[in-house]
């Protein structure tokens, strides 16, 4: 049986001047795919249609992956919502 890995958006945190040059983690704040579930839920009826991701780079070991998101762009992640149906 495969082994399931965790997986974490690490977001730059502006104010310790985080660059994807430098991604140690103390320069990051870790978003976990769970937060973005119990944030969608926050908004009631309403459901999730679509992520975006402006990743700039991952690290993946021992069964977690690291992607590091960017302030690139309009957002660096945008998640869009839907009225449930």
């Not at 249609?49 to 070991?61: M, P, Q």
């Not at 992956?65 to 309009?74: A, I, N, P, Q």
Request: proline letters at 2%; zero cysteines.
């Amino acid at each position: 049986m495969a082994e399931e890995k965790k997986v974490t958006f690490m977001l730059p945190d502006q104010n310790k001047g985080a660059s994807i040059a430098d991604t140690s983690s103390g320069k990051y704040l870790e978003f976990l795919p769970d937060e973005l579930t119990e944030l969608v839920n926050s908004f009631n009826g309403f459901e999730l249609d679509t992520i975006e991701l402006h990743v700039t780079g991952a690290l993946d070991s021992g069964g977690a992956t690291k992607l590091f998101v960017d302030f690139s762009g309009e957002a660096g992640m945008k998640f869009t919502l839907k009225k449930k149906e």
